[in-house]
Antibody
Framework: QVQLQQWGAGLLKPSETLSLTCAVYGGSLSGYYWSWIRQPPGKGLEWIGE???????NYNPSLKGRVTISVDTSKNQFSLKLSSVTAADTAVYYCVRTRRIVGAPRQNYFDYWGQGTLVTVSS | SSELTQDPAVSVALGQTVRITCQGD??????ANWYQQKPGQAPVLVIY???NRPSGIPDRFSGSSSGNTASLTITGAQAEDEADYFCHSRDSSSNPVVFGGGTKLTVL
């Protein structure tokens, strides 16, 4: 059974850099994309970006320029950095395994989720 | 604003059938996936692709699509189905992922 365990700082000041890491247990990074998704309190889900085991990335255009997702295959981990945070970045952040839909290129779904990390940005 | 539109809230009597819908132009070309989220928990995938259920998801959950509307149907809703439900698909523009705003399901 695949498990994703994530960690990182939960309280940031405006302009600081958010940093989260997600470890994958019970499976390999290979063969999948790995995403970060966030959810502001009481609101909906927003995809941040994804990476595969080779380091190929895709980002949400609305966050591109502030986001960096990286992978460490030796540790079976991937990480998120979001720079210049503001209160609008306050959210629960999830790391997620991304699967491609068979027979439907360019379409995916999210099958395993981390426990979530609440990141609060406040001065 | 989301390019997938969901009703904010839907209610169903215990044991009855309920349909939760998701509308968007991209659904004419792409599948919708559905996630269930209970308070304080991470979302759980309940339907993906044409109409596939992950292991462990009861068969009372099913998915369908017509035109620009995708639907999640719960046949014989149970108390434990009370949750928020989000649809997800591909955006036809440069953003490859888009979510609906979510539907809060109340089981009466």
């Amino acid at each position: 059974q695949v498990q994703l365990q994530q960690w990182g700082a939960g309280l940031l000041k405006p302009s600081e850099t958010l940093s989260l890491t997600c470890a994958v247990y019970g499976g390999s990074l290979s063969g999948y994309y790995w995403s970060w998704i966030r959810q502001p309190p009481g609101k909906g889900l927003e995809w941040i970006g994804e990476i595969n085991h080779s380091g190929s990335t895709n980002y949400n255009p609305s966050l591109k320029g502030r986001v960096t997702i990286s992978v460490d295959t030796s540790k079976n981990q991937f990480s998120l950095k979001l720079s210049s945070v503001t209160a609008a970045d306050t959210a629960v952040y999830y790391c997620v395994r991304t699967r491609r839909i068979v027979g439907a290129p360019r379409q995916n779904y999210f099958d395993y989720w981390g426990q979530g990390t609440l990141v609060t940005v406040s001065s | 604003s989301s390019e997938l539109t969901q009703d904010p809230a839907v209610s169903v009597a215990l044991g009855q059938t309920v349909r939760i819908t998701c509308q968007g132009d991209s659904l004419r070309s792409y599948y919708a996936n559905w996630y269930q989220q209970k308070p304080g928990q991470a979302p759980v995938l309940v339907i993906y692709g044409k109409n596939n259920r992950p292991s462990g998801i009861p068969d009372r959950f099913s998915g369908s699509s017509s035109g620009n509307t995708a639907s999640l149907t719960i046949t014989g809703a149970q108390a434990e189905d009370e949750a928020d439900y989000f649809c997800h698909s591909r955006d036809s523009s440069s953003n490859p992922v888009v979510f609906g705003g979510g539907t809060k399901l109340t089981v009466l």
